[in-house]
T-cell receptor, first 113, second 111 residues
Framework: NAGVTQTPKFQVLKTGQSMTLQCAQD?????MSWYRQDPGMGLRLIHY???????DQGEVPNGYNVSRSTTEDFPLRLLSAAPSQTSVYFC????????????FGDGTRLSIL | SQQGEEDPQALSIQEGENATMNCSYK?????LQWYRQNSGRGLVHLIL?????REKHSGRLRVTLDTSKKSSSLLITASRAADTASYFC???????????FGTGTSLTVIP
C-alpha cells in the first residue's frame, strides 16, 4: 500500500512556465484535496474533489487548475507560474469528507524564479 | 480567512514534561482533528474529536473540545524527543466541504 504519492518532490520553474503536480492514491478514497504550506500560514486549501468528475475551489484557487477523471488521480496544474506560488504543496485524501482522517503525501517543494 | 489559530506558536520543554497546545477556530464544525508534521514530511493524523464529544484520549494524547468557546487543546503527556514536530489542528466545516488548518505549534522536546 503506497498511500498518497506526490511527484515530483522538488521542482524549480521560471516565471510564466506551466507545470502539473501529480497526486495518486491507492486507497480508493473519494475525497482528495490540494494544500499549499507557507511559513507562518499553516496549510491553505487550493482545490478539492468529493469524487471522480467533481471538483471545487478552496480558499486560494487563483492560478491553479484541477481535474479528477479517476478516483485515484488528482493533478494540480499551475497555469502560468508566479514567484508568489513558491511554496510546499501537499495532496491529501480520505474515504469521505465526513469524520475521516486525511492521509497526506510527502509534498512537492516548488520554487518559482 | 477561516483559518484557526494555534497557541503557542512555539514550545520548548524537557523530555518527560507535558506539552499543551491550543487551537481556536471560527466556524461551526462537525469535528476537529489534530495532525503532526515532522520536518520535511507530510502531515500525519493523530486524533479526531467530534463536535458532540468533549474529551478524547489516545495513548499519551488527550484532546478536549469546547464548542461554545470554539477552542480545543492537545495535551501530550510524558513527552519524548521523538515528539519534536509541528502540530496542527484542522476543522471540518459544518455544512461545507472544506477543512481549515490552524497555523501550527512547533514543539521541541529537549532530551
Amino acid at each position: 500500500n503506497a498511500g498518497v504519492t506526490q511527484t515530483p518532490k522538488f521542482q524549480v520553474l521560471k516565471t510564466g512556465q506551466s507545470m502539473t503536480l501529480q497526486c495518486a492514491q491507492d486507497m480508493n478514497h473519494e475525497y482528495m484535496s490540494w494544500y499549499r504550506q507557507d511559513p507562518g500560514m499553516g496549510l491553505r486549501l487550493i482545490h478539492y474533489s468529493v469524487g471522480a468528475g467533481i471538483t471545487d475551489q478552496g480558499e486560494v484557487p487563483n492560478g491553479y487548475n484541477v481535474s479528477r477523471s479517476t478516483t485515484e488521480d488528482f493533478p494540480l496544474r499551475l497555469l502560468s507560474a508566479a514567484p508568489s506560488q513558491t511554496s510546499v504543496y501537499f495532496c491529501a485524501s480520505s474515504y469521505s469528507k465526513r469524520d475521516q482522517p486525511q492521509h497526506f503525501g510527502d509534498g512537492t517543494r516548488l520554487s518559482i524564479l | 480567512s477561516q483559518q484557526g489559530e494555534e497557541d503557542p506558536q512555539a514550545l520548548s520543554i524537557q523530555e518527560g514534561e507535558n506539552a499543551t497546545m491550543n487551537c481556536s477556530y471560527k466556524t461551526s464544525i462537525n469535528n476537529l482533528q489534530w495532525y503532526r508534521q515532522n520536518s520535511g514530511r507530510g502531515l500525519v493524523h493523530l486524533i479526531l474529536i467530534r463536535s458532540n464529544e468533549r474529551e478524547k484520549h489516545s495513548g499519551r494524547l488527550r484532546v478536549t473540545l469546547d464548542t461554545s468557546k470554539k477552542s480545543s487543546s492537545l495535551l501530550i503527556t510524558a513527552s519524548r524527543a521523538a515528539d519534536t514536530a509541528s502540530y496542527f489542528c484542522a476543522t471540518d466545516e459544518r455544512g461545507g466541504n472544506q477543512f481549515y488548518f490552524g497555523t501550527g505549534t512547533s514543539l521541541t522536546v529537549i532530551p
